[in-house]
């Protein structure tokens, strides 16, 4: 029997049958392994799996179906090992804030880098805005806002409490497979519970910043929203943009940064001092942001030596 895995508990997976059975608790077998993935959970949220049903009840996931996306973080900090956070993705939310907490941009930039190299799409949903009420706090949402739609990207402003953006935000996510991803406390069970009659996720909740020291497990769930589509919802795991890229990479995961890179006299120029470099020429006239500038050479320094690879 074929079926969808809508959560995973970090012991076991639970599988909705595609043909609308209930949901089923299954378990993976002990030597169950993806050729050549270094990864602590072989199964994800997302993941089409064939199931064993044995007559005692119990049951076995024993095969994967191709995945058509997955999106991955570093399992901890050092570790060489992997978590898929979900996989079949139709795109990313990207929850973000600019007061109480201040959502920096490098970690913005890392997600979108990130989400570009396993080309899933990013919303960027700017929440809390009804905490932006002093004329500069206006000025600098209009002005991420504006960054972040300049390269390509979508961005809503939401505020849970008003309710503002909230309508923009179901459009966004009707009929699509959605990862919410965003750091603890910038309202993304408040969202789900906005969005979601029923949901009553706890809010404010600092427990998940316990979930982020070595054992890290992955706790991933879907939920359905109503008039379709679904979120899964990953509290526990901070997001990705811990994954390594290989140094010459990285540029082409910024796409302005990547577009003015065609442009530099040297095929294998890094844009951090070459001469007859377009992009070093596009910052100088404002045409890339220093603040994105500063994620590229952020991601690029962590690596002098080009250790790492995208894993897989
Ligand atoms: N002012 C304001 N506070 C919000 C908003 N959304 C969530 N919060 C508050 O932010 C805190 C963290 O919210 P929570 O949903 O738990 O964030 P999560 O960690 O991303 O799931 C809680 O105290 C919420 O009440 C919003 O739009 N405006
Ligand atoms: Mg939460
Ligand atoms: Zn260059």
């Known amino acids: 029997m074929d079926g969808l895995v809508i959560k995973n508990t970090g012991s076991w997976y639970v599988v909705r049958p595609l043909d609308g059975g209930i949901p089923i608790d299954c378990k993976i077998k002990g030597n169950f392994r993806l050729k050549g993935f270094r990864c602590t959970n072989p199964v994800a949220v997302g993941d089409v799996v064939t199931i064993d ?22 399992a901890s900090n ?8 979900a996989s079949n ?17 490098t970690f913005i930039d890392r997600f979108l880098a990130t989400a570009e190299a396993y080309r899933v799409p990013v919303v960027i949903v700017i ?43 179901r459009a966004v996510l009707a009929a699509k497979t959605t990862l919410l991803s965003g750091n603890s406390g910038v309202g993304k069970s408040s969202i789900i519970n906005a969005l979601v009659p029923g949901a009553r996720l706890r809010v404010g909740d600092v427990s998940e910043s316990h979930h982020t020291g070595m054992h890290t497990t992955t ?4 939920i359905d929203l109503p008039g379709g589509g679904v979120l899964i919802d990953t509290p526990g795991v901070k997001g990705f943009g811990t994954i390594d890229f290989e140094r010459n ?17 040297y095929g294998d120029c890094t844009h951090t001092h070459e001469p007859g470099c377009a ?19 952020s991601i690029l320094e962590e690596d002098p030596d ?5 894993p897989f």
Request: aromatic share 8%; with cysteine.
């Open 279 to 297: 992009v070093l020429k596009a910052l100088e006239e404002c045409r890339i942001s220093q603040s994105r500038y500063a994620s590229y050479l």
């Open 78 to 85: 050092l570790s060489k090992e992997f978590q898929i956070i």
């Open 127 to 169: 929440n809390k805005v009804d905490l932006l009420v002093e004329p500069e706090d206006h000025e600098l949402l209009v002005a991420i806002a504006h960054l972040y739609r300049t390269i390509g990207y979508d961005v809503l402003a939401t505020s849970t409490l008003s309710g503002e953006g909230l309508d923009s935000l």
């Open 306 to 310: 080009n250790k790492y690879r995208k």
């Open 249 to 265: 990479e990285v540029a082409h995961y910024f796409p302005e940064i990547f577009a003015e890179s065609s442009h530099c006299k």
């Open 219 to 222: 706790f991933s769930e879907m």
């Open 89 to 105: 993705l139709d795109q990313a939310v990207l929850v973000v804030t600019l007061a109480h907490p201040v959502t920096n941009t």
């Open 53 to 74: 049903c044995k007559p005692d009840g119990s049951a076995f996931i024993t095969s994967i179906k191709p995945r058509r996306n997955y999106i991955i973080r570093r």
